[in-house]
């Protein structure tokens, strides 16, 4: 009885049901390609149970619960099943659950002219006369 499957990674053997950390990152979509999900290894940015896991060869399995930084958004996953391909998107959602909704640490910044209504097309002369004395440029 064999309890360990093949990767095809350099003909190294992965205990069966784990799985590299950058394939899955990438197999369940976090990442777009596998050098990006090792890039988000290495910075830092994927954490297990408060442990930052530096190394993308690093196995998770499923019961895993991970913490993603992803740019402004964390999100935290646990490990559902390991990924065989990188399928559709809902096919990547079933490799993992989202108990809590991602988290945004930023709050997103508004354009420095101010907010607009859509539809409203563009400022009138007016306008922009009004904006400047709001700024406090010269009239």
Do not use: N
Not at 17 to 34: E, H, I, M, S, V
Request: charged letters at 30%; one cysteine or more.
């Amino acid at each position: 009885m064999h309890d360990k499957a093949p990767d095809g990674a350099g003909g190294a053997d992965i205990p069966a049901g784990a799985q590299r950390l950058d394939k899955w990152l990438w197999y369940a979509r976090f990442c777009k390609t596998r050098t990006l999900a090792q890039a988000l290894c290495g910075a830092g940015h994927v954490r297990r149970d408060g442990q930052a896991l530096l190394k993308p060869s690093t196995l998770v399995r499923p019961g895993d619960e991970l913490a993603l930084l992803l740019g402004p958004v964390q999100r935290h996953v646990v490990v559902r099943a390991p990924g065989t391909r990188r399928g559709p998107a809902p096919e990547a959602q079933t490799l993992y659950d989202e108990p809590t909704p991602p988290v945004r640490l930023v709050d997103p910044v508004a354009p420095p002219g101010g907010v607009r209504e859509a539809g409203s097309g563009r400022p009138t002369k007016k306008d922009r006369r009004a904006l400047d004395r709001l700024r406090g440029g010269d009239e």
